[in-house]
């Protein structure tokens, strides 16, 4: 069984962030109603059910805002009895630029402060990243308003390919890991670079 969490901050006022394209991930996995169910409020976060192939996956998108997501995270893990190494988290990336993925197993935080609180909750940075870049303002102090920002309709043309990349390939997860799965959606983005 994989838990796949997509970072963000509940609500409409969020809902086209920079910071919430984990959800916005989430949701292109969770596009099939043949494979998972509506989700549920449940586990203080929003949680879909259904399956990968013959793969069984919890689609997570934690109500928490950003900055306690490890909450719904640990909940859910330990509800479940889900291992850090069956964990991946979708999350932005303010050093990669824009439609740029990659995947790693554990590692620091980088001041991201949705996985700062993952690893405090569950006790371990040994859960999968990817990470999805949105690029940097620049200035260290316009981060903030940056990341709690709207994509920019230039933004629009990567970002629909970046969630028809992480829905068509969503079965490379379960099938061969998840580095399989980031490059299947690297590869899928070259074109736009």
Do not use: C
């Amino acid at each position: 069984m994989w838990l796949v969490v997509g970072l963000g901050n509940p609500g409409s006022k969020y809902e086209r962030n920079r910071h919430n394209v984990g959800f916005m991930a989430v949701d292109a996995i969770a596009n099939d109603p043949a494979s998972f169910s509506p989700f549920k409020a449940k586990f203080q976060g929003k949680l879909s059910e259904g399956r990968i192939g013959s793969t069984k996956v919890l689609l997570l998108k934690p109500e928490t805002y950003m900055n306690n997501s490890g909450q719904s995270v640990a909940a859910a893990a330990n509800f479940y009895k889900i291992e850090a190494k069956h964990i991946i988290v979708l999350h932005d990336e303010l050093d990669l630029k824009p439609g740029e993925v990659r995947v790693k197993k554990g590692g620091g935080n980088a001041g991201h402060n949705g996985l700062k609180s993952m690893q405090a909750h569950l006790g371990t940075p040994d859960f999968w990243r990817m990470r999805i870049g949105i690029g940097h303002p620049g200035e260290k102090d316009m981060v903030s308003n940056y990341v709690l920002s709207d994509f920019a309709k230039a933004d629009q043309t990567w970002l629909d390919a970046l969630l028809q990349g992480v829905d068509k390939y969503a079965a490379n997860l379960t099938d061969d890991g998840p580095e399989s799965f980031g490059k299947a959606v690297s590869d899928f983005m070259r074109p736009l670079e």
